[in-house]
Antibody
């Protein structure tokens, strides 16, 4: 059974970079059928897809965040990571990592981490 | 283009059926049969309940079903139970940007 677990700082200062890592267990991050995604839920609002990355480093990003987001993969550690730069209080959210199918158009998110709350505050 | 459009809330009594709609654009729902639905209980990870419009993942109750018309997808939950109370999100691939988009979420209240 695939399991994902987010880790990283719970508090980030405005204008700094938010960095989170997702550790994958029960399967390989090199899976040919998997992209690895990040999704967030801001307080009182819905889910927002941030982006996803394939094990070879190919990534897609949500247009509103594209200029501030970078995704990385570390295949040796079976981990993938999110960097979100120049954060503001609007980036305070619960951040989830998830497995996203790597089919051409079928992009279901079928395994999720439990989520981690990141607060942006000075 | 904004997120997919869902009603903010829906309610039903135990045993009844409810339907949640999800509408989009030509670059997502209208032209692709790859709508997913997620159930989200507060404080927990979202759970995939329907993908590719109609397919239930293994372990998901057959009380959950999905469908799609020309320009909208729907999730139907039959035989409502208290445990179904949650927020439900639709999602689709958006070809214009090669990204995934979510609906705003629908809060289901079981009366």
């Amino acid at each position: 059974q695939l399991q994902l677990q987010e880790s990283g700082p719970e508090l980030v200062k405005p204008s700094e970079t938010l960095s989170l890592t997702c550790t994958v267990s029960g399967g390989s991050i090199r899976s040919l059928i998997s992209n690895w995604g990040w999704i967030r839920q801001t307080p009182g609002k819905g889910l927002e897809w941030i982006g996803s990355i394939y094990y070879n480093g190919d990534a897609d990003y949500a247009p509103p965040l594209k200029s501030r987001v970078t995704l990385f993969v570390d295949t040796s550690k079976n981990q993938f990571s999110l960097n979100l730069s120049s954060v503001t209080t609007a980036d305070t959210a619960v951040y989830f990592c998830a497995r996203q199918r790597a089919d051409a158009f079928e992009k279901r998110l079928d395994y999720w981490g439990q989520g981690t709350l990141v607060t942006v505050s000075s | 283009q904004s997120a997919l459009t869902q009603p903010a809330s829906v309610s039903g009594s135990p045993g009844q059926s409810i339907t949640i709609s999800c509408s989009g654009f030509s670059s997502d729902i209208d032209n692709y049969n790859y709508v997913s639905w997620y159930q989200h209980h507060p404080g927990k990870a979202p759970k995939l309940v329907i993908y590719a419009v109609t397919i239930r993942p293994s372990g998901v109750s057959d009380r959950f079903s999905g469908s799609k018309s020309v320009n909208a997808a729907s999730l139907t939950i039959s035989g409502l139970q208290a445990e179904d109370e949650a927020v439900y999100y639709c999602s689709s691939y958006r070809s214009r940007s090669s990204t995934v988009v979510f609906g705003g979420g629908t809060k289901l209240t079981v009366l």
